[in-house]
């Protein structure tokens, strides 16, 4: 039996996490159109809704079997110019509606300029789709998450603050290593895989730019991508 190389399952593990997060989502939704479906409306509607909602939960778990089996990692990676502030204003709009679930508001702020880095746009999008699922997850209900891009000292610099239960020292510490769960829990029973932010890490690193975060212990975190700004063509 020809045995699987290593790139194989890293590719496999990079795309069950993709599809967690994307199943996750789905699954959300689902939750909002079941609450806005009217008791008495269609039942045929309400019933297919049951039925995506239990498909969408099987797959999960199936994701979920191969993220905790397999190393992670990534596939290969493109490189075009890109506005860091855009690909997060447009994960922001996915998760604007999830987040009003928990009475969450998440505003978004680009900087002053345009910014330009040369990027993965897929690869980019997942970093920050990563911190603001999490954003969401450990967000306390009625509280605010703030999602700011700047320029600073040659690099666009994404930060996406929440007003959780924030990371103690002996979780800072171990805070990007791969299937590690942390003590903070979500707010809302959402589930956890202890891979996202291990795979974001190495994501933004082979993107060329580093992912950081600073927290306070029962005051919040703020989780920060950055990349090279481009400046090619820049007068």
């Known amino acids: 039996m020809e ?27 689902i939750e909002l159109l079941q609450r806005k479906t009217h008791p008495r409306g269609d039942t045929d509607v309400t019933r297919w809704l049951g039925l995506l909602k239990r498909e969408t939960n099987r797959m999960t778990i199936a994701a979920r079997g191969v993220l905790t089996s397999t190393p992670d990692a990534f596939p290969p990676l493109l490189s075009e110019p890109s506005s860091l502030a855009d690909l997060a ?59 700011t891009t700047t320029i600073r000292h040659g690099e666009v610099i994404c930060s996406v603050i929440d007003h959780g239960p924030g990371l103690s020292e002996a979780d800072q510490a171990q805070l ?34 580093r992912l950081s975060c600073t927290s306070v212990f029962g005051h919040g975190s703020c989780f920060s991508f950055a990349l090279p700004l481009d400046q090619t063509g820049v007068d």
């Open 3 to 29: 045995s699987v190389s290593a790139d194989d399952r890293q590719r496999s593990v990079y795309s069950a996490h993709a599809f967690n997060n994307y199943l996750l989502l789905v699954s959300s939704m």
């Open 176 to 209: 990007f290593q791969h299937g590690v769960r942390l003590s903070a829990q979500p707010t809302a029973g959402e589930s956890s895989t202890g891979y996202g932010l291990a795979i974001a890490n190495d994501l933004a690193n082979a993107l060329g730019g």
């Open 89 to 147: 204003e447009s994960v922001c709009v996915v998760y604007r509606d999830v987040a009003r679930q928990k009475r969450v508001s998440v505003k978004c702020k680009g900087p002053a300029k345009p910014d330009r880095v040369l990027t993965d746009r897929v690869a980019a999008a997942a970093v920050l789709d990563n911190l603001l699922s999490n954003a969401v997850k450990y967000s306390q209900v009625g509280t605010a998450i703030s999602v």
